[in-house]
C-alpha cells in the first residue's frame, strides 16, 4: 500500500529489516531510561527530521501519519497528566488533578511514545512484506511454511477490502427492491457478515490447498529474492546513534526547559 504514495527511493528502502527492528528495540530500550525532559524533546525533533527526509513518502501523507501519532501519544499520556502527584496544581476538578509535575512527566512520556512510534512509521514505509518474510526466512531461520502463511494473510487483506465494496454495492441495488423493514438494523449487518465470511472462508481454503500442491512446506529450499547486509545497515546505526548524540548535545548546550529529572518531586 505505500509503494503508491512512493515519489522517491532513499538509503533506507535497501536497509534489511532485520537491522530496522533491531534498531528500534534498542531504541525503545534507550528511551526508557531517559528522564531528562529537553533530551528527550529534541530526540522527538531529530528523529522526526530523520523520518521527513529518508521515507520517500509524499509530505501530506507523511504529515497525516505524524499528527495521528502525536494524537495518539497525547491519549496515552493523559492518564498521568490528569492523575499524577505534584505540589504545583494548576488544574482540580473532582478527582482530576493536573499539576506542573504530572503535566511534565505526561508530555515526557507522550514523546517517549513518540520517538518510538516515528521510527516505527519509518520502518512501514521502507519495507516490503514481501522481503520482511524473506529475510526473516533466509536470517532468523523461519519456518517457511509460518512465513508463506503470514504472507498470504497479508495479501488476503486487501481481497477481503475489495469483497467487502462489492457487497455494498450489489447491496444497495437490492435494497432499491425490497421493503426497508428487511435491511434494518441486525439485518443489515446479516447481509454483510455472512457473506463476507462464506466468500473468505472460500478463497482462504483454495490458497491453503494452492500451496499445499505447490510445496509450501517446512524443509530446506530455495528463493527468488535475497534479502542481504550492507554498508547502508551500518549506516542507518550510525545516523540513529547520531540523534542520540545530537540530542544529548543540544539538551546539554541548548536547554529549552531546564528539566533535567522528571522522576524527581520538585522538577523546578
Not at 188 to 198: D, G, M, Y
Amino acid at each position: 500500500m505505500f509503494e503508491l504514495w512512493k515519489v522517491r527511493h532513499t538509503f533506507m528502502d535497501d536497509v534489511n529489516i532485520i537491522t530496522k527492528l533491531i534498531i528500534a528495540v534498542l531504541l525503545f530500550f534507550c528511551v526508557i531510561f531517559v528522564h531528562q525532559f529537553d533530551l528527550m524533546l529534541y530526540l522527538a525533533i531529530f528523529m522526526l527530521i530523520f523520518l521527513l527526509i529518508c521515507n520517500g513518502v509524499r509530505l501530506y501523507i507523511t504529515l497525516i501519519f505524524v499528527m495521528f501519532t502525536l494524537f495518539f501519544s497525547l491519549i496515552s499520556a493523559l492518564f498521568m497528566i490528569f492523575y499524577g502527584d505534584g505540589t504545583h496544581v494548576l488544574f482540580k476538578f473532582g478527582f482530576i488533578q493536573i499539576s506542573s509535575e504530572s503535566l511534565i512527566r505526561g508530555l515526557h512520556l507522550m514523546l517517549r511514545t513518540l520517538t518510538v512510534s516515528l521510527f516505527g512509521i519509518l520502518i512501514a514505509f521502507t519495507s516490503q512484506i514481501v522481503m520482511i518474510f524473506y529475510s526473516l526466512m533466509q536470517h532468523l531461520k523461519v519456518k517457511p511454511k509460518v512465513a508463506y502463511a503470514f504472507m498470504a494473510a497479508f495479501r488476503m487483506v486487501p481481497l477481503m477490502i475489495s469483497s467487502l465494496i462489492q457487497l455494498q454495492r450489489s447491496l444497495k441495488m437490492r435494497y432499491q427492491m425490497i421493503p426497508a423493514k428487511n435491511y434494518r438494523g441486525i439485518n443489515r449487518i446479516k447481509h454483510l457478515l455472512i457473506p463476507l465470511l462464506s466468500q473468505n472462508i472460500r478463497k482462504a481454503h483454495q490458497l491453503s490447498v494452492a500451496m499445499e500442491k505447490k510445496g509450501f512446506r517446512s524443509g530446506p529450499r530455495t528463493y527468488y529474492y535475497h534479502t542481504t547486509f550492507s554498508y547502508k545497515d551500518i549506516l542507518t546505526f550510525v545516523v540513529v546513534i547520531l540523534c542520540i548524540v545530537l540530542a544529548m548535545l543540544g539538551a546539554h548546550f541548548f536547554p529549552i526547559t531546564g528539566i533535567h529529572d522528571v522522576r524527581i518531586s520538585n522538577i523546578y
